[in-house]
């Protein structure tokens, strides 16, 4: 292998394919980014077996060839040298040297035969801008299990629904929904991403400006722009009919600014105690709209916000995090609390958006 390119490209496609190099002591070549130089472009490509990845470089090949590099280490080097000038790439005897008009480096390679193949999905498909693509898996992934218990949940779900493409994730404590309007998607009846592999997912597709068509099947899906190549496997499983705990018709709505509610949240957080309790009053005939908190070592607070209420009353405890996290998917300057009494889920959304609905469920102490 032998070639020329732009350093800013290589890097930041060494950048972002590193993340996923896989940490596998039974199969080191996990570790190692995987370098094709064929025709006009050189392609780097990194898996974990659960997420594969591909990004494409333009390159002046003189010499076809493949080479597998530590991905931590080309992260370490590219991170820290090199200006914004022409590099060149030499591979023989299965290592790799980088030269510039300043340095020459050469990198011990591994056998590269090892490295497993990114799956070409085959399925059905549908296009979606690459921003409401990311905001959509943004708006609810904080909302998934982090424990692989049930794998079913430790996902983000998405399906389409008429116009909609439609977001969903719950650890069954709180659960997030995000509906994206969507024009010709294919019947999409449910797909399960693994939570761990979203955090990629977004970092590599947050920077991309252009439409990005996605492919799936039973067992696996990918995400492709011009220049990059994603595949991530699916879980097999059922994700819980979670529409059937959405409450009709609500007792209680109040009505109060966002960042009022933020900072009386926070507030009250000082004084939450080691379950992060903070407890909601609502007084409709005596236009009390309050957050209070109590800590035996701290002390207690309570604060009260100007609220437009309708309904009856209502007194529950909830969880300050789970309530903390909905704030980033909420684009309106005032949120919509909607209540029935204690036991049931406190609905949250923007007051005038209803393509977000978050529930919490209460705390039982």
Same mark, same amino acid.
């Not at 950048?15 to 896989?22: A, F, N, P, R, S």
């Not at 070549?29 to 659960?50: Q, V, Y």
């Not at 790799?96 to 399925?123: A, H």
């Given at each position: 292998m032998?070639l020329?390119?732009?350093?800013?490209?290589?890097k930041?496609?060494i950048?972002?394919?590193?993340?996923?190099?896989g940490?596998?002591l039974t199969?080191?070549i996990?570790?190692?980014i995987?370098f094709i130089?064929?025709?006009?472009s050189l392609k780097?490509r990194? !898996?974990?077996?659960s997420?594969?990845?591909?990004i494409?470089?333009?390159?002046?090949i003189e010499?076809?060839?493949?080479?597998?590099i530590?991905?931590s280490?080309?992260?370490g080097?590219?991170?820290n040298v090199f200006?914004?000038?022409?590099?060149?790439?030499?591979?023989?005897d299965?290592n790799?040297?980088i030269? !510039?008009?300043?340095?020459?480096?050469k990198?011990?390679?591994?056998?590269?035969?090892?490295?497993p !193949?990114i799956p070409t999905v085959e399925?059905?498909?549908?296009?979606?801008?690459s921003?409401?693509?990311? *905001?959509g898996?943004k708006?609810?992934?904080y909302?998934?299990s982090v424990s *692989?218990?049930k794998?079913?949940i430790s996902s983000v779900?998405?399906?389409?629904n008429?116009?909609?493409l439609?977001?969903?994730?719950t650890?069954?404590?709180?659960l997030?929904?995000?509906?994206?309007?969507?024009?010709?998607?294919?019947?999409?009846?449910g797909?399960l991403i693994p939570f761990? $592999?979203?955090?990629?997912?977004?970092?590599?597709?947050?920077?991309?400006q252009?439409?990005v068509?996605?492919?799936f $099947?039973?067992?696996?899906i990918?995400?492709?722009s011009?220049n990059i190549?994603?595949t991530?496997r699916?879980?097999?499983g059922?994700?819980?009919?979670?529409?059937?705990i959405?409450?009709?018709e609500?007792k209680v709505?109040?009505?109060?600014l966002?960042?009022?509610l933020l900072?009386?949240?926070k507030?009250?957080n000082?004084?939450?105690?080691?379950f992060?309790?903070?407890?909601l009053?609502?007084k409709t005939?005596e236009k009390?709209f309050?957050?209070?908190?109590q $800590?035996?070592?701290?002390?207690e607070?309570?604060?009260?916000?100007?609220?437009?209420?309708k309904?009856?009353d209502a007194?529950?405890?909830?969880n300050?995090k789970?309530f903390?996290?909905?704030f980033q998917?909420?684009n309106?300057?005032s949120?919509s609390?909607?209540l029935?009494?204690?036991s049931?889920p406190?609905?949250?959304?923007?007051?005038s958006?209803?393509s977000?609905?978050?529930?919490?469920m209460?705390?039982?102490r």
């Amino acid at each position: 292998m032998k070639l020329e390119c732009g350093i800013e490209k290589i890097k930041s496609g060494i950048l972002q394919v590193e993340k996923i190099t896989g940490k596998n002591l039974t199969l080191p070549i996990l570790n190692s980014i995987l370098f094709i130089a064929s025709g006009k472009s050189l392609k780097l490509r990194a !898996t974990n077996l659960s997420l594969g990845v591909e990004i494409e470089i333009p390159a002046k090949i003189e010499k076809e060839g493949i080479v597998a590099i530590s991905g931590s280490t080309l992260a370490g080097i590219f991170s820290n040298v090199f200006q914004n000038e022409n590099i060149q790439l030499e591979s023989e005897d299965g290592n790799l040297t980088i030269k !510039t008009k300043k340095s020459r480096i050469k990198l011990k390679g591994q056998t590269y035969d090892d490295f497993p !193949t990114i799956p070409t999905v085959e399925g059905k498909t549908f296009e979606i801008e690459s921003k409401k693509l990311v *905001d959509g898996i943004k708006s609810v992934y904080y909302s998934s299990s982090v424990s *692989d218990i049930k794998p079913e949940i430790s996902s983000v779900y998405i399906y389409s629904n008429e116009d909609n493409l439609v977001f969903v994730s719950t650890d069954s404590f709180r659960l997030a929904e995000k509906k994206v309007k969507i024009k010709g998607t294919e019947d999409v009846p449910g797909i399960l991403i693994p939570f761990k $592999n979203i955090p990629e997912i977004l970092r590599i597709f947050g920077e991309v400006q252009d439409v990005v068509r996605v492919c799936f $099947n039973k067992n696996q899906i990918s995400f492709s722009s011009d220049n990059i190549y994603l595949t991530s496997r699916i879980i097999d499983g059922v994700f819980p009919d979670y529409r059937q705990i959405i409450p009709k018709e609500f007792k209680v709505e109040a009505i109060v600014l966002k960042q009022d509610l933020l900072n009386a949240l926070k507030l009250s957080n000082i004084f939450s105690d080691k379950f992060n309790q903070i407890n909601l009053s609502i007084k409709t005939k005596e236009k009390i709209f309050e957050l209070s908190s109590q $800590n035996n070592d701290v002390g207690e607070n309570k604060t009260y916000l100007d609220a437009a209420l309708k309904g009856g009353d209502a007194l529950l405890g909830f969880n300050y995090k789970y309530f903390l996290d909905c704030f980033q998917s909420i684009n309106t300057d005032s949120v919509s609390i909607r209540l029935n009494q204690s036991s049931k889920p406190m609905v949250i959304s923007g007051s005038s958006d209803n393509s977000f609905t978050y529930l919490i469920m209460p705390m039982n102490r």
